[in-house]
């Protein structure tokens, strides 16, 4: 399935995401992948090749082994790496339950 915008990928984005684990595991591994990334800048820049690894790891890894699915990357790498922020923010934020809620009532596609 093609997604023409980040509003069209949201949902279905979210829809790969239900378990709050592999939420939970989302935003450690983009955490992680940001402290990664300023250390690189501040003090060594080959800590940089642990800025994807972290990150897609620990995202992977919640996909295989708690959600259950393939991770949306694999499909859509762009999409999914600016959901993936957007989400991380909402998180951050306190604001992604409400999100959830507000996505719940609408219909998602499946891609595969």
């Known amino acids: 399935m093609n ?4 509003e069209e990928f949201w949902p279905f984005y979210m829809s790969q995401h239900s378990k709050a684990g592999t939420r939970r595991w989302h935003f450690a591994g983009t955490l992680c992948s ?3 990334l300023i250390y690189a800048v501040m003090f060594n820049w080959w800590f940089l090749i642990f800025v994807p690894i972290i ?3 620990m ?3 919640s996909h295989f082994f708690v959600e259950g699915n393939v991770p949306a990357t694999f499909g859509h790498p762009i999409w999914s790496f600016l959901c993936d922020y957007k989400m991380f923010g ?7 339950d409400k999100e959830i809620k ?5 219909p998602v596609l499946q891609a595969y």
């Open 3 to 6: 997604f023409r915008s980040m």
């Open 55 to 57: 990150g897609y790891g």
């Open 90 to 96: 909402l998180m951050l934020t306190g604001q992604l």
């Open 102 to 106: 507000r996505l719940g009532k609408r």
């Open 34 to 36: 940001i402290l990664c």
């Open 59 to 61: 995202a992977w890894y």
